[in-house]
């Protein structure tokens, strides 16, 4: 599958801050998806983007699908310690998901 | 969201032997599984696509007759990791489709001694 470009590669930010992270592609998705993974367990769904455009929140977290289809952001508000963890973007070709390589966020209180 | 479960969490075996991990859809069916490698700080890499009632399909680099796959019901894929060496040792993840979202297992480490 293709890798997507995923950036920061790392973020150390303070309790309370804000964060955001984006993927790129040199390939259309029709879905992008954000998920979350703790150590040790499997990526849990943070959000699913279906349609160019689409600005879509859970609680905290924001995530827009872009106009080109080739690029998604994330951004979570007002960072709590339980955020610490890595992201990844993840672009949905046909049923196989392309992953980016992961944002690893780390929230100091 | 829909619920995927694996079994074992956690497994050591001895170099040689075949280890099963199986993955299930609890809440939901799932015609396609997926199974996925994850090494230390890296991302996930896809190694084969399960398809219930047909055979797997297999990403390039990935042994079938190493890396077993059996889809024989619409709630469970099972892999099969043969003849197993430590660099098989790995963080093992599977995921089931519903709709048009993926949901994952909690993972299995394997450790092979």
């Known amino acids: 599958g293709q890798q997507l470009n995923q950036s920061p590669q790392s973020m150390f930010i303070q309790e309370g801050e804000d964060v955001s992270m984006n993927c790129t592609s040199s390939?259309?998705?029709?879905?992008w998806l954000w998920y979350k993974q703790d150590p040790g367990e499997g990526p849990v769904l943070l959000i699913a983007?279906?349609?160019?455009?689409e600005l879509t929140s859970n609680g905290r977290l924001t995530a827009q699908f872009g106009i080109t289809r080739k690029d998604s952001f994330l951004n979570i508000s007002a960072s709590i310690p339980s955020d610490v963890g890595i992201y990844f973007c993840?672009?949905?070709?046909?049923?196989?998901?392309?992953f980016g390589k992961g944002t690893s966020l780390l929230v100091t209180p | 969201g829909a619920v995927v479960s694996q079994h074992p969490s956690r497994v050591i075996c001895k170099s040689g032997t075949s280890v099963k991990i199986e993955c299930r859809s609890l809440?939901?069916?799932?015609?396609?599984m997926f199974w996925y490698r994850q090494f230390p700080k890296k991302s996930l890499m896809l190694m084969a696509t399960?398809?219930?009632?047909?055979?797997?399909?297999?990403e390039q680099g990935v042994e079938k007759d190493k890396f077993l796959i059996n889809h024989a019901s619409l709630t469970l894929s099972t892999l099969t990791v043969t003849s197993a060496h430590p660099e098989d040792s790995s963080f093992y993840i599977c995921?089931?489709?519903?709709?048009?979202?993926?949901?994952f297992g909690p993972g299995t480490r394997l450790t092979v001694t």
């Open positions: 995921s089931a489709v519903s709709g048009h979202e993926q949901y």
């Open positions: 390939s259309i998705f029709n879905t």
């Open positions: 983007l279906y349609k160019a455009g």
């Open positions: 993840a672009g949905l070709s046909g049923y196989a998901l392309n």
């Open positions: 809440d939901f069916q799932a015609t396609t």
């Open positions: 399960s398809n219930e009632g047909s055979k797997a399909t297999y």
